[in-house]
Structure formats: C-alpha cells, structure tokens
C-alpha cells in the first residue's frame, strides 16, 4: 500500500484523560489510526518511536506545554503538521503559532467532523507532489494589495524563486485580471478601501474555481479567519511574514491546485470515456 492510500496515525496529546477517551473512538471509526500521549515527554518519544502522520496538540499542558512539543518537533527535523487544539482560545496565539508553521488551531470543544476534515486536509498537503515535469514551472500570483510599497518589497524575493507576480491595487482591478488571466495563486489583503479581501475572495472562487488563496491582514480577526476559510481560502496569514514563510505558503498553495486541476481533468476524460459506444 502507498503512502498516499495508507491510514492516517493521528498522535493525541492532551492532560485530560477524558478528552482523549471521548475523541480517539470516534476519529477511529472513521478510518483513523490513534495513539494517545498525555504529556509532552510522552508525545516527543511517541514522535521518534511510532512516527504518526499528524499531531494534535493541547496548548496548556503541565510540564512541557503543546508549543514548546511543537517546537521541539521542529528541533528534530520533522515535517509533521501539527494541529493546535485549546480551550482557552487566543487569536493572537493561534496567528503567532501559524507563522511558525502550525497547519491549524482549533479551540475545545471541537466538531469530531471538524477535526476529521482538518486531520485528513493537514495529511494530503504534506504528501503533495508536484509531478517532475511540473515541479520547475514557475508560479503565477495574483498579489492584491492597496499598499503598493508592500507589493513592490516583495516582488523582487518571489520573482527569484520562480514566483510571477502581477499586482493589482484594488478588487475590481483584480476581478478583471483574474478574468484576462489563468493564476494558480492569489495573495489577498483583507482590509482594502473599496472592494474588502473577503468580499474578493468569494468573486475570485466564483471566477476561477481551481485558485487558490492566501488572505494576508495585518489586524488578525477570528470572525475575519473563520469566514475566510469557510469560503475556501487556502490559509489566512498576518503581515508581515518572513519570505520563506510565504513563499513557503504560496508553494503549499500552488502544489494544492495543481492537483485539483489533475483530479479535474481526470474526471473529465472519465466521464467522456462513460459515454463513448462499446
């Protein structure tokens, strides 16, 4: 069995022992293999002895707390998504944890639905290939933003790494483009006079199915996060990110919609292929 077709070993961690015990049936139910840690030291030796696929952490822990694990993961090397997951939800926490490359932050109690479709989503990014013959293309961006000097900063960074940005100041200027051009990728600013980046994300969906898109803010919002995502933005970023952060990102993102578009195609030739005569 491939790596792609495997299940998925999802690491608990989590001091309360009940909360454990209520997720972990049901998570298997639905096709998940789960071990369980409840503390940090266990979570790290699970980590080396039975590497799992993805880690749920819970941020306040005794001892050796869910960010510093996170970080210790990172210490050794490991490209493990980690999922955040808390009772004591903090916006400003989840957006800080996310730039250093947490996949998600949820806040207990969490939808066991839910956290399946984040479980299964955090899996499939991190085995994303990009076929050989794809994995020099260069990727083109739709960078939106009323700040020009904040484009322009950038532009130079993300050219050098096979990154083509075409600028637009404004959603309407970026709703025409996006109608002219075929983007893999669009970086959006939320706050913008006018036409606001949530609003522009649903026009740009409605345009280009197959786009992905990263919301970048610079005054992080839980309302303003949650509706991003809901209306299928690829990640919700605060500015300022270091380069390779968000070059980092835009190649999650552009590695994603490559494979929508080959699933796309592929279900194509499929259907045609059904109504052709035997």
């Not at 080396?48 to 952490?57: G, I, R, S, W």
């Not at 949650?226 to 190649?251: C, S, Y």
């Amino acid at each position: 069995m491939d790596r792609k077709s495997k299940e998925i070993r999802v690491l608990m961690v989590d001091d309360e022992r009940d909360f454990l015990e209520a997720t972990a049936p049901p998570l298997r139910r639905r096709g998940f293999i789960v071990d369980q840690a409840e503390d940090g030291m266990k979570a790290l030796e699970a980590v080396q002895k039975h590497p799992p696929d993805v880690v749920v952490l819970d941020v306040k822990m005794p001892g050796i707390d869910g960010v510093e694990v996170f970080q210790q993961i990172k210490r050794l090397g490991s490209d493990l998504p980690v999922i955040m997951l808390t009772g004591h939800g903090n916006i400003q926490q989840a957006f800080e944890t996310s730039r250093d490359g947490v996949f998600e932050y949820l806040t207990k109690p969490c939808d066991i639905e839910q956290l399946a479709q984040v479980l299964r989503r955090a899996v499939e990014d991190s085995r994303l290939v990009v076929p050989e013959e794809q994995s020099g293309r260069e990727v083109r961006l739709l960078f939106v933003d009323d700040d020009g000097d904040f484009i322009e900063s950038l532009t130079p960074a993300l050219g050098r790494r096979q990154i083509r940005v075409t600028s637009a100041n404004s959603g309407d200027a970026a709703i025409v483009m996006a109608k002219e051009q075929n983007f893999d990728v669009a970086l959006i600013d939320v706050r913008m006079p006018g036409m606001d980046g949530l609003t522009l994300l649903k026009n740009l969906k409605s345009i280009n199915q197959h786009m992905e898109i990263i919301v970048l803010t610079g005054h992080p919002s839980t309302h303003d996060a949650v509706f991003g995502m809901r209306e299928g933005a690829f990640d919700f970023l605060t500015k300022p990110q270091p380069v390779e952060v968000l070059v980092g990102r835009i190649r999650a993102a552009f590695n994603r919609q490559q494979q929508r578009v080959r699933e796309s195609q592929s279900h194509v030739i499929e259907t045609i292929l059904e109504k052709q005569p035997d």
